[in-house]
């Protein structure tokens, strides 16, 4: 699946695009640094861009002929960044415009998962915080609920809500962040990751938070008590069933690349996909190069495959 051989790298000046204007800004800026080091390591001539409105003159002036892209969320996440890049003809590493800007939305992605038959948390959604608020006796599902916007990351905006009281105020904060008001049943069990790469998948990690659920400093505190355990300690079938649901996540939206999707498994088994991140967190301790570490791709190795797979998707 890779368009540019090793060789090849060698003769091409690699933009890192890096920080941009998401509200996940901080942790791009620690994948970028992470991934351009990686990436000098192994001899390439690599220019970190840090994306603002003067991205496309940037991307000319430095004279990029291949981008890596290690932006999070808005314009980086939603299919902008890559559309600019189809637009300047950069192949780029990644899933293409369409995937991306349907990844980013929650409830777009759930339309299609429900639609191939994949397996994820009933829901319904609000426009509005007044709409989500007048709901609060009508729910379809009892409590507990998530609460979440549907188009942010990093467990921002995120609210589990066991009684109407809480709920009420989570619509508060929810509703501050991008996008509509998803509304998900609370699925109780053991929390995976499972990563993707290049069409197959590479294995699945549990995640062991110490607090309530997997949030913001959960996911990015260090001493937060999180841990992770790879491979994660599943009977075979239900392993099997993870690798096969993010593989079937991962096509259903024509993903590309490597991507990583959150799984819940219940006590009797049952597998609910919560979502797919089509441009996870490339630091040397996020769980994708955790995944693929396990399976003997080292992170420099891990970064010059997604590289080498670089491509126009238009
Ligand atoms: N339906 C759900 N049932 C139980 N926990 C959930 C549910 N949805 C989200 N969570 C918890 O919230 C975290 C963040 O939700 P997620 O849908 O993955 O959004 P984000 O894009 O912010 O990572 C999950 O990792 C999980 O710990
Ligand atoms: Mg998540």
């Known amino acids: 699946m890779s368009t540019f051989s090793r060789d090849e790298l060698k003769q091409k000046r690699v933009g890192v695009l890096l920080g941009g204007l998401s509200a996940e800004r901080e942790v791009s800026l620690n994948t970028g640094a992470a991934v ?60 293409g415009v369409l995937a991306s800007a349907v990844g980013m939305d929650k409830v777009l992605a759930k339309q299609i998962f429900v639609a191939h038959g994949i397996p994820t948390p009933a829901y319904c959604t609000f426009r509005t915080a007044e709409e989500a608020r007048a709901a609060v006796d009508a729910l379809p599902f009892p409590f507990p609920v998530v609460l979440k916007p549907s188009r942010e990351g990093s467990s921002v905006g995120v609210h589990i809500c066991k009684t109407r009281e809480a709920y009420l105020a989570a619509v508060e904060d929810t509703s501050k962040f991008a996008g509509s008001l998803l509304v998900e049943q609370f699925v109780k069990g053991r929390e995976v990751q499972c990563g993707v790469l290049d069409d197959e998948a590479l294995g699945v990690i549990e995640v062991v938070p110490e607090r309530e659920f997997y949030d913001y400093t959960a996911k990015y505190q260090s001493g937060s008590g999180t841990r992770y355990l790879f491979p994660a300690p599943l009977p075979a079938d239900q392993y099997e069933r993870v690798n096969q649901v993010s593989l079937d996540a991962h096509r259903s939206l024509g993903c590309s690349g490597g991507t990583r999707s959150d799984v819940i498994i219940t006590e009797s088994g049952d597998v609910y996909l919560l979502e797919i991140n089509t441009l996870p967190g490339m630091t040397e301790t996020s769980l994708l190069p955790k995944i693929a570490a396990g399976r003997g791709i080292d992170f420099p190795s891990l970064c010059e495959r997604l590289l080498m797979g670089a491509s126009l998707k238009a």
């Open 36 to 95: 351009a080091r990686a990436l000098r390591g192994l001899g390439l001539d690599v220019v970190e861009v840090d994306v603002g409105k003067d991205v496309a003159a940037r991307l000319v002036a430095e004279k990029v002929d291949v981008a890596f892209i290690a932006l999070h969320g808005r314009y980086g996440e939603d299919g902008c960044i890559q559309g600019l890049l189809e637009s300047m003809f950069i192949p780029y590493t990644g899933s």
